[in-house]
């Protein structure tokens, strides 16, 4: 540590100090005692002033971020711990200034310089240094060790809002954990209602750039002639309707991460000038002559098969490798029917809360149809699925009458769990009688034959998720049957 001079730091002469303290100060400055103490800290100390120049650390601050004294002390904090210092995004002096009486503190995740990555929490205050001038002090613990011992006792039930035990799910866990603190593209797929958003957020706050911000679009609910100005920007006078100049949703999630979601929506214009976004980290707003820099993390979604849009050129292959640097596939709930009990458990709980009310329980018939149901809907369908429930029950206990219909029935909906068929006796409005074919097909649960699908068919004309559901299976299955049936008979 360099010397510190007796005059230099102002923060060492607060007015609530004993005179004793006050008067001891000079004497153990002089004598390096200070530095001494400062060093015998098991936490980090960083002074810097209002340019962000770093004027102090001690020896924990070497140890945990893995640079030493010469390569820190003068130098400004986001050269030093590249981009965004300690902080992370949540810089308190990124734009040069902070605001009067705060005191920030959070955790980010760090990476030193080999490599190694530290979950480390930082405290820092505004303080006044010398002659009038400010300047910040931070205290950054490591909290890596505990963060980990934590990690490995929870066994995974809860991180970042999702829920679950399974192995396919621990490893979601673990690759999210792992993926976090880089800044590589993230291309999460899986079907609808599987909890794409859920794991982009976690992601952006297993980074570095957690106190930035995180900004979702939907690129499949934005028309495709106003998606550009939505994710660039405009200028005044771009186009009729454009009176005042517009952020875009990148310049927004500047030092943060952006989520695309339903990447796969697209128009292939409109991917030449993302990846071009990505290979040049800048921006062009509509009807703008100057780019724009940008620090922006990429996380996109989708539930439709990229590869193989890209062999029929419906979406770029050079794009598609930038956004796929880690791929991420969740799986459907219907593969890990073991977190349902405790996603169930969750979830009421926050029903509970909605509805003012100290619990719900769930008795165990109906848990036995949650289980088996097929969940096409996946995990959004379940979380409808309750909330429809706790609607329906008049006290705290939730039976199966009081779940949707299609889970009490699952064979006339298509399911294809192993339960047996439960009828409710409810105030919903009972099914239409069912003719001789049909009732042949539900009673075959599920097993096809040619005789009865061009029955439901022809009484159809010839609409296939309408005949799904009159033979008692699922869309999927019907569209398996008649696909086997068209190889089998060479067309």
């Known amino acids: 540590m360099s010397t510190i001079k007796k005059d230099e730091f102002g923060f060492f002469g607060q007015a609530n100090w004993s005179g004793t303290t006050r008067r001891l100060l000079p004497s153990l400055l002089e004598h390096g005692l200070v ?44 050269d030093v711990f590249a981009p965004n210092g300690l902080c992370g995004a949540g810089c308190a002096f990124k734009d040069g200034k902070e605001p009067h009486n705060v005191k920030r503190a959070h955790e980010v995740t760090f990476t030193r310089p080999d490599g190694e990555v530290k979950r480390i929490r930082v405290s820092s205050t505004r303080t006044s240094i010398n002659a009038g001038k400010e300047g910040v002090i931070a205290i950054v613990k490591d909290l890596t060790e505990v963060s980990n011992l934590r990690w490995q006792i929870d066994k995974h039930r809860e991180f970042h809002g999702m829920i679950g035990t399974s192995g396919v799910m621990g490893e979601i866990f673990e690759t999210i954990r792992a993926v976090g603190p880089s800044d590589y593209s993230v291309l999460i797929t899986g079907e609808s209602g599987t909890g794409k958003e859920l794991v982009a957020g976690a992601i952006h706050r297993e980074s ?11 690129c499949g609910a934005l028309p495709d002639n106003i998606l550009e100005s939505e994710l660039f920007g405009h200028v005044r006078g771009a186009f009729t309707g454009a009176i005042r100049d517009k952020k875009g949703r990148f310049t927004l999630a500047d030092g943060g991460t952006i989520f695309l979601d339903e990447i796969g929506d697209l128009p292939l214009n409109t991917q030449a000038k993302l990846l071009r976004v990505l290979q040049e980290k800048t921006i062009e707003p509509v009807g703008g002559e100057k780019s724009i820099n940008v620090d922006v993390r990429v996380v996109s979604a989708t539930n439709r098969n990229l590869r193989k849009m890209v062999k029929e050129g419906g979406f770029r292959e050079d794009l598609y490798y930038r956004l796929c640097v880690v791929p991420l596939e969740l799986p459907p709930l219907r593969e890990r029917k073991k977190d349902i009990p405790l996603i169930v458990d969750g979830v009421m709980k926050k ?50 009458d009081h779940l949707p219909l299609e889970i009490r029935d699952p064979v006339d909906f298509g399911s294809t769990g192993s339960e047996p068929t439960y009828r409710s006796h409810s105030s919903l409005p009972p099914e239409p009688a069912l003719g001789v074919a049909e009732r042949g097909a539900r009673k075959g649960r599920n097993k096809l034959n040619l005789e009865s699908v061009e029955h439901a068919l022809a009484q159809t004309a010839g609409n296939k998720l309408k005949a799904a559901k009159l033979l008692g299976v699922g869309r999927a299955t019907l569209y398996r049957f008649l696909d086997q049936r068209k190889e089998n008979s060479g067309h």
């Open 35 to 78: 530095e001494a103490m400062l060093d015998l800290l098991e936490e980090g100390i960083v002074v810097h002033d209002e340019s962000r120049k770093i004027l102090l650390v001690n020896t924990a601050t070497e140890k945990i971020t893995g640079c030493s004294r010469g390569e820190i002390l003068g130098r400004d904090c986001h």
């Open 351 to 400: 029903v509970c809360a909605q509805n003012g009310k100290e619990n719900y329980r769930i008795d165990d018939q109906a848990m036995r149809l949650l289980i088996s149901y097929n969940w096409p809907g996946n995990v959004r369908e379940l979380i409808n699925s309750l909330q429809f429930a706790s609607v329906r029950c008049p006290d705290d206990r939730i039976t199966a």
């Open 208 to 218: 570095r750039r957690k106190a930035g911000p995180f900004v979702p679009v939907n």
